[in-house]
T-cell receptor
Framework: GNSVTQMEGPVTLSEEAFLTINCTYT??????LFWYVQYPGEGLQLLLK?????DKGSNKGFEATYRKETTSFHLEKGSVQVSDSAVYFC???????????????FGSGTKLNVKP | NAGVTQTPKFRILKIGQSMTLQCTQD?????MYWYRQDPGMGLKLIYY???????DKGEVPNGYNVSRSTTEDFPLRLELAAPSQTSVYFC?????????????FGPGTRLTVL
C-alpha cells in the first residue's frame, strides 16, 4: 500500500542554517509528491510539489527533488529564517483503487524551530 | 476569493452531544474532503465527495456523516460525540481527481470532547 515516512522532530536550527527534512515514500502506482507547511494556528498550505520522477519542486527558497530510485522527496533550504518556523508535511497523491479521486497520504509532520 | 472557509474555529462538546462543522469553498471545485489531524500524526481522510449529491467514506468514517447538496458546501456532522473525536478537523478541495492536482485546505476546526 501507499505510505509516507518523514523524520521526526522537532528540528531546531539557528537562523541562516541549512535545512534538510527527510521524506521517503512507498507507492504502488505513479504518485505525485507534495510538501505542505502549517504555520501556528493555521491550515495546511502547499509549499511545493513534483509530479514525476526527477522533477524538482521549488518555492520560497525551499526545494525538493522527486527521486524514484531512492523513493525519496527530501525538503531542503539553504538558509532558514525565523519565519520558517512551522510544521512541514510530506504527502503523496495516488489514484484511489476504490473510486475516482486522488487520495492523499500524509506523513506525521516535522516541526521546525528556527532561533534568531 | 476566500478559498476554503471553515466554521467554527474552536468548539468544546460534552460526551453525547452533536454538532455540524461547516465547510465552504468558492473556487467551484468538484472534489471536497474532510480530514482529522490527531496530535503528532498526519491527516486521516474521514469522508470525501466527488460532486454535489455524491459522497463516500474515507479511512476513518465511524461516528461521522456528511452531505453535499451544493458544489460549495460540504458539512461534517458528528453524532453522539466521544472523547476519541477530539482532534483538529480540516476541510479541503481540489479541481479534479488527477494525481497531479493540489488539494487546498481550510484553516481547521479544533474540537475538544469532554
Amino acid at each position: 500500500g501507499n505510505s509516507v515516512t518523514q523524520m521526526e522532530g522537532p528540528v531546531t536550527l539557528s537562523e541562516e542554517a541549512f535545512l534538510t527534512i527527510n521524506c521517503t515514500y512507498t507507492a504502488t502506482g505513479y504518485p505525485s509528491l507534495f510538501w505542505y507547511v502549517q504555520y501556528p494556528g493555521e491550515g495546511l498550505q502547499l509549499l511545493l510539489k513534483a509530479t514525476k520522477a526527477d522533477d524538482k519542486g521549488s518555492n520560497k527558497g525551499f526545494e525538493a527533488t522527486y527521486r524514484k530510485e531512492t523513493t525519496s522527496f527530501h525538503l531542503e533550504k539553504g538558509s532558514v529564517q525565523v519565519s520558517d518556523s512551522a510544521v512541514y508535511f510530506c504527502a503523496l497523491s495516488d489514484r484511489s483503487t476504490l473510486n475516482n479521486f486522488n487520495k492523499f497520504y500524509f506523513g506525521s509532520g516535522t516541526k521546525l524551530n528556527v532561533k534568531p | 476569493n476566500a478559498g476554503v472557509t471553515q466554521t467554527p474555529k474552536f468548539r468544546i462538546l460534552k460526551i453525547g452531544q452533536s454538532m455540524t462543522l461547516q465547510c465552504t469553498q468558492d473556487m467551484n471545485h468538484n472534489y471536497m474532503y474532510w480530514y482529522r489531524q490527531d496530535p503528532g500524526m498526519g491527516l486521516k481522510l474521514i469522508y470525501y465527495s466527488v460532486g454535489a449529491g455524491i459522497t463516500d467514506k474515507g479511512e476513518v468514517p465511524n461516528g461521522y456523516n456528511v452531505s453535499r447538496s451544493t458544489t460549495e458546501d460540504f458539512p461534517l456532522r458528528l453524532e453522539l460525540a466521544a472523547p476519541s473525536q477530539t482532534s483538529v478537523y480540516f476541510c479541503a478541495s481540489s479541481i479534479t481527481a488527477l494525481v497531479t492536482d493540489t488539494q487546498y485546505f481550510g484553516p481547521g476546526t479544533r474540537l475538544t470532547v469532554l
